[in-house]
């Protein structure tokens, strides 16, 4: 009876087993997309409001690098920019007297045109207007030259500005997406290079779950494919979460280490990953098993 009860009990505890293999078609760890954001700046970092753990929305400057160089190369460009100003407000005075010379002139031609019609005006006196409307037209011609070369040095220093104000936007720490700093790697006060990571952040709300299935698997597998992710409430119990694949790797790959036993890990499988609304409950690298 006892060698009965022994083989019963044995036999029971092998189907419990063969069962909870039948349940879960693959095996895997969940995972976010994560973003490390980085400066854009050299410089020290004056405030730099980020600590892990905390939430932070999108677009919400965190922090900033030192601009005071950049303000100051800005505004020597500004003074350069008003004395230039100054230069072509002078030109184009210049000119108004000019045209106002040559308005005078053209008073007088008028004149001496009509008093040749009558006689009382020598041609001499015709030529000699001419000439001095002529010598006031290339006087005008010559200023304006200046004129278009003091233009386009405005246009140069209007560029160099602008490409200042843009150094200086970048000096801002813009957050670029919502979520959860996971990591910080720098900290206020230090002097960071452009490329330095300041901290990483992923969006826990949309976590993602990885496993790698074989050929015949994914074969019935689509893309928005409903599906039933596994996690361990405790030794003995999951508990079910619904996912949706979002991604399947169009390449076979051997099996990582971590999964499973040695005559599984030699098999060639394919990625697949499975977006899962996240409650709270979900942490990046938990382990999890797939019910297809």
Same mark, same amino acid.
């Given at each position: ?162 490409? $200042?104000?843009? %150094?200086?936007? *970048?000096?801002?720490?813009?957050? /670029?997406? @919502?979520?959860?700093?996971? +990591?910080?790697? #720098? ?71 971590? $999964?499973?036993? %040695?005559?599984? *890990?030699?098999?060639?499988?394919? /990625?697949? @990953?499975?977006?899962?609304? +996240?409650?709270? #409950? ?11």
């Amino acid at each position: 009876m006892r060698k009965l009860a022994l083989f019963i009990a044995i036999s029971a505890i092998m189907v419990s087993c063969s069962n909870d293999k039948k349940n879960s078609d693959g095996y895997g760890n969940f995972e976010a997309d994560e973003i490390i954001v980085s400066s854009e700046s050299a410089g020290q970092l004056m405030e730099f409001s980020v600590k892990e753990g905390d939430n932070k929305v999108k677009d919400e400057i965190i922090g900033m690098v030192d601009t005071i160089p950049l303000i100051l190369q800005r505004n020597q460009l500004l003074a350069q920019k008003d004395l230039i100003k100054s230069k072509f407000e002078n030109i184009n005075s210049q000119i108004d007297v000019l045209n106002e010379q040559k308005n005078n002139i053209m008073v007088d031609k008028n004149r001496v045109d009509k008093l040749l019609e009558e006689k009382a005006a020598t041609t001499k006196q015709k030529d000699d207007i001419k000439g001095n409307i002529s010598v006031i037209e290339k006087q005008i011609k010559q200023i304006e030259t200046q004129n278009i070369n003091i233009n386009n040095e405005l246009k140069t220093l209007e560029t160099q500005i602008a490409v $200042i104000n843009d %150094k200086i936007k *970048r000096c801002y720490i813009k957050n /670029p997406s @919502k979520g959860v700093v996971i +990591n910080r790697f #720098s900290d206020k006060g230090e002097m960071i290079a452009p490329g330095k990571p300041l901290y990483k952040i992923a969006d826990l709300d949309i976590i993602n779950f990885k496993t790698y299935l074989s050929g015949d698997q994914v074969a019935n597998l689509k893309l928005g494919q409903k599906v039933k992710v596994l996690v361990d409430v405790d030794k003995k119990t999951n508990r079910e979460i619904e996912g949706e694949i979002y991604w399947i790797s169009p390449k076979a790959e051997f099996t990582p280490k971590i $999964i499973q036993t %040695k005559e599984e *890990r030699v098999n060639l499988v394919y /990625p697949v @990953k499975i977006r899962i609304k +996240n409650d709270g #409950s979900l942490k990046i690298g938990m382990p999890g098993e797939i019910k297809l």
